[in-house]
């Protein structure tokens, strides 16, 4: 997947999202081939998603670093990162790894499309 295309696809995911109010969104190239996309999205219920992947887009794409923040009313609800985070390093994942409020699981890089998935769980109107 060229990396125009994959910026592309991530735009349209985020402008389909269901209970979107706005959101804010760069896309970068770098050439040749990576790309850093950064985007926050305000959700109708106050609860927001900030995001960045840098990614490569040489072969196919491969998240370098990734991290997907989600808060509502200023508390962590979930964050997916790729963080050297020394907490994580016992996890078999490591460093891919998940934080909740409370505590920290293995995880594998989710797909963006992923990400607005386990959000719609957690939206109220």
Do not use: W
């Amino acid at each position: 997947m060229r990396l125009r295309t994959y910026f592309n696809q991530i735009e349209k995911e985020v402008r389909t999202a269901r209970f979107l109010s706005s959101c804010k969104l760069t896309f970068e190239e770098r050439p040749p081939c990576m790309g850093f996309i950064e985007g926050i999205l305000y959700l109708l219920d106050g609860s927001e998603l900030h995001f960045t992947e840098f990614i490569d887009a040489e072969i196919q794409i491969q998240k370098i670093n990734y991290s997907y923040h989600y808060m509502h009313k200023n508390r962590l609800v979930f964050r997916y990162d790729n963080a050297s985070d020394p907490k994580a390093r016992k996890l078999a994942t490591y460093p891919h790894h998940k934080h909740l409020s409370n505590k920290l699981l293995p995880s594998q890089p989710p797909e963006f499309r992923e990400i607005l998935e386990e959000i719609t769980s957690f939206i109220t109107l």
